[in-house]
């Protein structure tokens, strides 16, 4: 059984950072792909970081140049890295891991940025 699991979440003022990670375990075999997304309220669920297998990263607009996500595999965790925050990246984030048999998804971490 494959779970992940996010922490870092938090409240924090406009500007501020926070770094979000995601521990996943269970028997994997491959992973094509690891990401984060996130959902206000309101909103849809959109892509906030993916990181490919190969290093090759695709960030939404909105968080070009403030947001670095990063794997470190010997500790099966990704990371989120999240600077400049903005009042509009409150949201509930969730890891994703993908996989060739079926994607997972952690239960997600609140992010609050309020003033």
């Known amino acids: 059984q494959v779970q992940l699991v996010e922490s870092g979440g938090g409240s924090v003022q406009p500007g501020g950072s926070l770094r979000l990670s995601c521990a996943y375990s269970?028997?994997?075999?491959?992973?094509?792909?690891v990401g984060w997304f996130r959902q206000a309220p309101g909103k849809q669920r959109e892509m906030v970081a993916v990181l490919v297998r190969g290093d090759s990263t695709t960030y939404a607009d909105a968080v070009k140049g403030r947001f670095t996500i990063s794997r470190d595999n010997a500790k099966n965790t990704v990371y989120l890295q999240m600077n400049s925050l903005k009042l509009e990246d409150t949201a509930v984030y969730y890891c994703?891991?993908?996989?060739?048999?079926?994607?997972?998804w952690g239960q997600g971490t609140q992010v609050t940025v309020s003033s």
């Open positions: 269970g028997t994997i075999f491959v992973i094509n792909a």
């Open positions: 994703n891991v993908i996989t060739p048999v079926q994607p997972y």
